[in-house]
């Protein structure tokens, strides 16, 4: 059985950082997966429109970012502790959203274009942007 958990989430003033970390159990880590993170608005299940905000494959270190968050956010992973990582900086109110790590064959579920829900979704955690 396949198990995401996050963990990092809280209450960050605008400018400031968080990072969150997906751990990742029930599959081989070396598998061909890519790893990243939706967000969703609170009180609204992670679905088929949830915005892809960042991934990472794992074979070959390939990764995608939303444009709302190229060179604020980064994701990174470490296979040895299975665990996928979302540091996040210079953080603005309209980052406040449910954040859920999710697991898939292929990075392109993370495209604004592309509607499917992943195959395996973590149960999220809360962000919140507020001075």
């Known amino acids: 059985q396949v198990q995401l958990v996050e963990s990092g989430g809280g209450l960050v003033q605008p400018g400031g950082s968080l990072r969150l970390s997906c751990a990742a159990s029930?599959?081989?880590?070396?598998?061909?997966?890519?790893i990243g993170w939706f967000r969703e608005a609170p009180g609204k299940k992670p679905g088929k429109d949830s915005e892809?905000?960042?991934?990472?494959?794992?074979?070959?270190?390939?990764?995608y970012y939303a444009d709302s968050v190229k060179g604020r956010f980064s994701i990174s992973r470490d296979n040895n502790k299975k665990t996928v990582y979302l540091d996040m900086h210079n953080l603005r109110p309209e980052d406040t959203f449910v954040y859920y790590c999710?697991?898939?064959?292929?990075?392109?579920?993370?495209?604004?274009?592309?509607?499917?829900?992943?195959?395996?979704w973590g149960q999220g955690t809360q962000v919140t942007v507020s001075s």
């Open positions: 892809g905000v960042a991934a990472i494959t794992n074979h070959d270190g390939s990764i």
């Open positions: 029930g599959f081989a880590f070396d598998d061909y997966y890519t």
């Open positions: 999710a697991a898939d064959s292929y990075m392109n579920l993370w495209y604004p274009q592309i509607h499917r829900e992943p195959d395996y």
